[in-house]
């Protein structure tokens, strides 16, 4: 966990709450918001379908991935999971050489 220090009573003492796709930091002390945390995109909240409303990306199976790709209208969610495919690309090919490498 990253050091976060109140800007209200100096408290170092906070939780995160998730809203929608953001992770929000609120000291436990005073209550203050104190700042927004990117949320990595493996753990993008997918908002819409009947099947995978509310799954994580990287609970997503390829052929559903594909799909959107090939399907979606040319949004921003659209272009979320081709930024996903993108990254799952390149964790696949890191573990590859881990394992090549070991
Ligand atoms: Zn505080």
Redesign the pocket.
């Known amino acids: 966990m990253q050091q976060l220090t109140?800007?209200?009573?100096?408290?170092k003492n906070y939780e995160i709450k998730m809203r929608d796709n953001h992770r929000v930091a609120y000291?436990?002390?005073?209550?203050?918001y104190i700042k927004n945390i990117p949320v990595p995109i493996s753990e993008f909240i997918w908002p819409v379908g009947k099947k995978f409303k509310g799954k994580m990306l990287r609970t997503i199976p390829d052929w559903y991935m594909d799909w959107v790709i090939e399907n979606f209208e040319d949004d921003n969610l659209k272009k979320k999971m081709i930024e996903w495919k993108k990254e799952k690309e390149k964790i696949q090919l890191k573990i590859w050489n881990e394992k090549i490498t070991k």
């Open positions: 109140c800007p209200k009573c100096d408290s000291c436990k002390n005073c209550g203050a």
